[in-house]
């Protein structure tokens, strides 16, 4: 049974940080990417930041500068460091682990709420 369980989430004011965690079971987390997704009410789930099982990184423009994804294999965890707060960053945020193909090895975690006010 896979598990992808995210915590760190939280109300933060403008400006502020914030660290996600992502801790996984029941996949071999080497073989995975790890990616962080979210959603805003009334919008679209849109792709936050992304890490290969070889480290390589990927980030939204939006995020660009301001949030950074890092992974621990032997930990099976995953994080989203997230600084310089804006409230457009409010949303839930999920975690997501694919390896290809992605039909068939998709996982979610169940999202955890960040709210930035102003």
């Known amino acids: 049974q896979v598990q992808l369980v995210e915590s760190g989430g939280g109300m933060v004011q403008s400006g502020g940080s914030l660290r996600l965690s992502c801790a996984a079971s029941?996949?071999?987390?080497?073989?995975?990417?790890m990616a962080w997704y979210r959603q805003a009410p009334g919008k679209q789930r849109e792709l936050v930041a992304s890490i290969t099982n070889g480290g390589v990184t990927n980030y939204a423009d939006s995020v660009k500068g301001r949030f950074t994804t890092a992974r621990d294999n032997p930990k099976n965890t995953v994080y989203l460091q997230m600084n310089s707060l804006k409230p457009e960053d409010t949303a839930v945020y999920y975690c997501n682990a694919y390896r290809f193909p992605r039909n068939l090895n998709d996982y979610w975690g169940q999202g955890t709420q960040v709210t930035v006010s102003s």
């Open positions: 029941g996949i071999i987390f080497s073989f995975y990417v």
